[in-house]
């Protein structure tokens, strides 16, 4: 066995040398020893099982769950946004941090009027991302912009940090002539190529794998690129989180999952959704690297996901972060959250534990930000935000050509048929059509 | 993202505002928030979702169960859980957000009423709500399990297609999961995209073992349900989202069956048989009156109401009689249950047919957001093939 063991790792070593082709000698499949079991010994008074090496035991006793219980949460700021421990600080300069508040700022204004417009008929449907801010633009900050991006729905913040314009957040919520998806998706289903970021799908917990692979895929291209995956801790029930969290530890994938825990999965609170301590206890269950950190501490959501990141590029193996926040706002414009959880409950975040609130009172200790500042750039921000709102609003929505483009590749005969009796259809029938509302 | 439930909560004014962040500073945005520049409003009402593509047009009231109460579709449905909750101690419900209510609120109340342990919510996994479902239903005891949409079987579609619907064959009927009832809300609802609006009854046509039924309206929707619960065999029962609202009848309060794999005949007709279930119904009733009023053309329309296994006999004579067939849904056409209803009639009516067999279907797309409107298969492109097949 002993040497059969020898000769396993020598056929790996073999194909790793096949492959230390020039493109593959920096970010080479490394079979890290410590991954790998220990080499039968007969001798030995120790469990020799293939699936697990540990002692054994001469008394009965079951593993507690709450023996991983209790995991701590990492933060740098209390909740006054002053520095805990100085050797946390990130040093960010003044222009980052305010960078940072701007970003969450914005994206909260955007928010704010988006949600109006839904309830006032103007688009069909939003989501905010009320209080967890301070996931989003820490973890953004902390990644290289080509780093791809695999996001559940409730990340607008990442995609607005990398750039994405507001014409482009309006063109995709109003469905209009601009959005880059073409007018197929519901609102808040944003993507960008440009930007590293795959387009939202609203089928939970598919993009778990996906980013597995994806990052896979990164991993041979040896680019010094990394995958972030974000996901609720609802979606994380799904069978896909396991498949993905599985093949991303045994595939040894470059990959940093990231887990808003907001406390409810539309009405389902976590006690009803999980029994163990939350998601970051999962990760030593597949061998993976796992942090539980303050998601309304913005630069502990930065050191965490930059840390993860450094070392998931540098070891070639998956990080999990579980951001704890709160879902401030309800699950969407179908939902009313009164009549599952308290005002109270939601007024405590909003009023006493808020993400922006934390930045804020931590440039203004610094002298960074004013009441006046924060008047002008208020004002700034929504009229930069109404203004991007009115020319969506404007704007013609998407040729009805395109309900057929992008099915294949190429255009099927079969579909170019069904094209062309659509367009006969509706010219015998002009007046029971939209027309005038698209594009020509 | 439960999109689809929106309607319901329009108009319910939420009680909790969110002002913002931190300090409620922001929140002197209120009415105020998107007053527009002039001009900028112009479209703001084709903004709007589009009218409705149908009209409901109500079952007349029953008489033969008793007393009724109106009711629209969720509520009917509640109406038929609480019964068998009532009925059948051994009766659970689960899902997603089944607790509070369900996001389209069919299990208000309930939980109060029986007990957490009869009315609870699931981890957020479909594939463990139908494969639990099964299991409650193998140890005896009687399962109603909610996917949130019909779009989100699909994690589940294993647990249905290889293990509810081959218990009893593959055990030598040692073994069966007959108890189990599945439901989810399905079929468009003008804004639902992708992802909120998918019709997949086909997939599990194509199934045997398992019982596919679509109610079109309230009345139905409590009597079919409630065969689906006392069925044994496990069934799907999809329900048409866009009615949980819109539609509302005379409800018996009372429990009461509606047989399964039994095809109504709505409206007897001499010239075109229409086939539809769900939704389409309500359209196809509103083609009928045009037909005639337009083309003078008699149309017999009927509800398949259960697609798996369907009643051929129902569908077959009308046809003999009228040598004409329409059928409309809204998935895709190719690979649709039109095609599977066509083909058969096709073999058993040949020489009755004054025309081919028509289908009016969703194109074979997936569904789009803001194509919608020109998606469906409305009315106008219904009464097209009629005029269709008419001058053949
Ligand atoms: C497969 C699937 N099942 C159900 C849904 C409906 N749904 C949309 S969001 C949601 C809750 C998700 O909660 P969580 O993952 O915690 O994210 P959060 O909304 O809290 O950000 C549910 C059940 C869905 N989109 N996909
Ligand atoms: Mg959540």
């Known amino acids: 066995m002993n040497k059969m063991y020898g000769l396993c790792f020598h056929a790996v070593r073999q194909t790793a040398g096949l492959k230390s082709s020039r493109l593959l000698q920096r970010r080479a499949f490394r079979v890290s020893t410590l991954h790998r079991q220990q080499p039968f010994d007969s001798t030995l008074e120790k469990p020799q099982f293939p699936g697990a090496s540990a002692e054994f035991v001469d008394q009965l006793e079951f593993i507690e769950p709450n023996v991983i219980s209790g995991i701590p949460v990492y933060r740098v700021m209390d909740r006054q946004g ?119 799908s609203s089928p939970l917990a598919t993009q778990i794998p996906q980013a597995a692979g994806a ?162 750039w208020r004002k700034q921000s929504r009229k930069t935000v109404m203004e991007a709102f009115e020319r969506a609003e404007r704007r013609l929505k998407p040729n009805p050509e395109l309900l057929f483009t992008d099915v294949y590749q190429e255009m099927t005969p079969q579909l170019n048929k069904q094209r062309e009796s659509l367009w006969r259809h509706v010219q015998q029938y002009k007046e029971h059509y939209p027309l005038d509302l698209y594009d020509k | 993202m439960a999109a689809a439930a929106r309607f ?16 409620g500073a922001q929140s002197c945005f209120g009415a105020a928030l998107l007053r527009l520049s002039p001009g900028c409003s112009s479209r703001t009402k084709t903004q709007r979702r589009h009218a409705s593509h149908f009209t409901y047009q109500p079952d007349p009231v029953p008489t033969q169960y008793g007393p009724t109460q109106k009711m629209n579709l969720f509520q009917s449905v509640t109406s038929a859980l609480d019964n068998t909750l009532a009925s059948d101690p051994t009766a659970v419900i689960f899902g997603e957000d089944v607790a509070f209510g369900g996001v389209f609120r069919c299990t208000v109340g309930l939980r109060d009423k029986y007990g957490k342990d009869r009315v609870f919510n699931t981890p957020l996994c479909e594939q463990g709500i139908v494969g ?19 779009d989100y079987i699909y994690p589940a579609f294993d647990q249905i297609v290889n293990e509810a619907a081959k218990y009893r064959y593959r055990s030598g009927n040692l073994f069966d999961c007959g108890n189990l009832t599945i439901r989810a809300p399905w079929g468009c609802v003008g804004h639902g995209s992708l992802y909120h609006s998918q019709s997949p009854e086909a997939f599990f046509a194509h199934c045997p073992g398992i019982k596919v039924v679509i109610p079109r309206g309230p009345v139905q929707a409590k009597g079919l349900l409630l065969s689906c619960i006392s069925d044994k065999n496990p069934c799907i029962f999809f329900e048409p989202k866009i009615l949980y609202r819109a539609a509302v009848e005379q409800v018996p309060v009372e429990p009461y069956t509606i047989p399964l794999s039994q095809a109504e005949v709505l409206q007897e007709g001499s010239d075109v048989t229409l086939v539809a279930w769900g939704t389409q119904i309500h359209v196809m009733r509103e083609v009928a009156n045009m037909a005639q009023e337009k083309l003078g053309v008699s149309c017999e329309v009927i509800d398949l109401q259960t697609i ?40 058993e009516c040949f020489l009755n047919l004054e025309a081919p067999i028509s289908r009016v279907c ?18 106008w492109k219904c009464l097209e093939a009629i005029k269709r097949m008419i001058n053949y």
């Open chain 2, 132 to 150: 639990f479902g099964i299991g409650v239903a193998v140890a005896g005891a009687t399962a109603i399990a909610e996917i949130q949409f019909a």
């Open chain 1, 82 to 200: 002053n520095i805990i421990n100085p050797s946390q600080d990130p040093q960010l300069s003044k222009e980052t941090v305010l960078n940072f508040y701007q970003k969450m700022t914005m994206l909260n204004t955007m928010d704010r009027i988006l949600y109006e417009s839904q309830r006032q008929g103007r688009i069909s449907f939003y989501m905010t991302n009320y209080g967890e801010e301070g996931t989003h633009i820490g973890s953004a900050a902390a990644l290289n912009p080509n780093d791809l991006v695999f996001g559940q729905y409730r990340e607008a913040g990442v995609l607005m940090y990398r750039g994405f314009s507001l014409d482009h957040f309006m063109a995709q919520c109003y469905a209009n002539a601009d959005d880059l998806g073409k007018g197929r998706q519901m609102p808040v289903h944003y993507g960008s190529k440009d930007l590293n970021f795959v387009t939202i």
């Open chain 2, 362 to 379: 969703g194109y074979d797309t997936p569904f789009p957001h803001i194509f919608e409107p020109f998606y469906i298969p409305d009315k």
């Open chain 1, 215 to 376: 990052a896979y895929a990164v991993k041979r291209e040896n680019s010094n690129r990394a995958v972030i995956c974000y996901f609720g801790e609802g979606a994380a029930s799904e069978g896909d989180a396991h498949a993905g969290f599985n093949f991303s530890a045994t595939l040894e994938c470059p990959l940093i999952f990231f887990c808003r825990n907001n406390g409810y999965a539309i009405s389902t609170p976590t006690n009803e959704q999980y029994r163990g301590d939350g998601i970051a206890a999962r990760g030593p269950g597949y061998g993976m690297l796992s942090i539980r950190v303050d998601g309304n501490d913005v630069f502990a959501v930065y050191n965490a996901t930059k840390e993860a990141r450094r070392r998931a590029v540098a070891e070639n193996q998956p990080f999990l972060i579980e951001a704890m926040t709160y879902r401030i706002g309800h699950h969407s414009t179908s939902d009313d959250s009164s009549a599952y959880r308290s005002v109270d409950e939601v007024n405590y975040w909003d009023k006493q534990d808020h993400p922006i609130s934390r930045l804020r009172h931590y440039m203004t200790a610094r002298g960074w930000w004013s009441e006046d500042d924060e008047r002008s």
């Open chain 2, 8 to 23: 319901f909560i329009r108009g319910a004014n939420s009680r909790l505002s969110i002002s913002g962040f931190g300090t």
């Open chain 2, 308 to 347: 798996l296994p369907w009643d051929t006999e129902t569908v077959c004579k009308s046809v003999v009689k009228t040598g004409r067939l329409l059928i409309s849904h809204e998935a895709p056409i190719t690979g649709g249950f039109a095609a599977e209803i066509s083909s058969t009639v096709q073999e």
